[in-house]
């Protein structure tokens, strides 16, 4: 082979040599040390603020019917769990249900609002007024006229969820990058393709984002109207328990029943985060870790 025939071959090596291809570089993992501390500290914080009410508790020698101590609490909820489990139940079952019917209302109606002007012309002033009235104000009337109070309290929670679903969908679909749009509308995609391929997928980071705030809202919905309905009589909640409990002056239970709507909300939290993080870690910014 002449030099002549070896200069094309010569050249691609060199070019390969000087411009090797990047290598896949994996994201980078967290530190056991970071991973231990996360769960840690807030364990240790929270022993530390138990121990300190207990603490108080005794050296004040507070009454049981004005500050029971963490011991009594424990107790009152190991002994009254079958009331306190089935009040659980009653409300995590209005809890799912208006967050599932949220999250579809709320998905369908924003495609339809960015899908035509005038319809968000109609209908924006409306989800606007159903939002900024106190669910507080209207639960007494929805309870009136409601066929049953299992129905008022679902209605309840899911007005509550439904506005963060909605709104946060829309601004997602309404932020698409407009040079994928006009890619779409090059290549000839129909309004639905466009919709199912971009938008959507665009979108997933702010439903997600107003996922994480519904499931919260609609258990704080749910506790609120069954405050409603317990005061007229009706409803046997975690709400409705809370307020047995006050009446009798068995504070220890109210505690105990206070504790699990906490847990509860920290719980969806915690799956609503998870969610997120699971469908948007290997591909958003907001949920990709890197070195710095």
């Not at 909640?237 to 009798?248: I, T």
Request: proline fraction near 7%; charged fraction near 10%.
């Amino acid at each position: 082979m002449t030099s002549i025939d070896q200069g094309p071959a010569v050249a691609h090596a060199a070019q390969e040599t000087a411009h090797p291809e990047p290598a896949i570089v994996p994201a980078p993992s967290m530190p056991v040390t970071e991973r231990v501390l996360r769960v840690a500290i807030p364990l240790v914080m929270l022993a530390g603020l138990i121990g300190l009410w207990a603490w108080y508790v005794a050296a004040y020698n507070i009454p049981k019917y004005i500050l029971p101590g963490p011991d009594l609490v424990l107790q009152s909820l190991i002994k009254d769990w079958p009331i306190l489990g089935t009040a659980l139940l009653v409300t995590l079952k209005i809890t799912f249900a208006a967050l599932g019917i949220a999250l579809v209302g709320g998905v369908a109606l924003a495609i339809l609002l960015t899908s035509s002007k005038w319809v968000e012309l109609a209908l924006s002033p409306y989800m606007v007024i159903l939002q900024v009235t106190p669910v507080v104000a209207i639960a007494p009337l929805i309870l009136i006229y409601a066929p049953s109070t299992q129905s008022a309290l679902l209605i309840c929670a899911w007005i509550v969820a439904f506005f963060p679903v909605l709104s946060n969908t829309t601004q997602g679909l309404k932020s698409t990058d407009h040079n994928l749009l006009n890619l779409f509308e090059l290549y000839g995609a129909s309004r639905w393709q466009t919709m199912i391929h971009l938008k959507l997928p665009a979108a997933l980071p702010y439903f997600l984002a107003g996922l994480r705030i519904a499931g919260g809202l609609a258990l704080i919905a749910a506790v609120v109207a069954e405050f409603a309905a317990g005061s007229a009589g009706a409803g046997s909640g975690l709400a409705f328990r809370l307020l047995e409990s006050q009446y009798r002056l068995n504070i220890p239970r109210l505690f105990a029943a206070l504790i699990l709507l906490c847990g509860t909300g920290v719980v969806i939290y915690g799956a609503t985060s998870l969610i997120s993080h699971l469908a948007l870690r290997r591909w958003h910014e907001s949920a990709i870790r890197r070195e710095n």
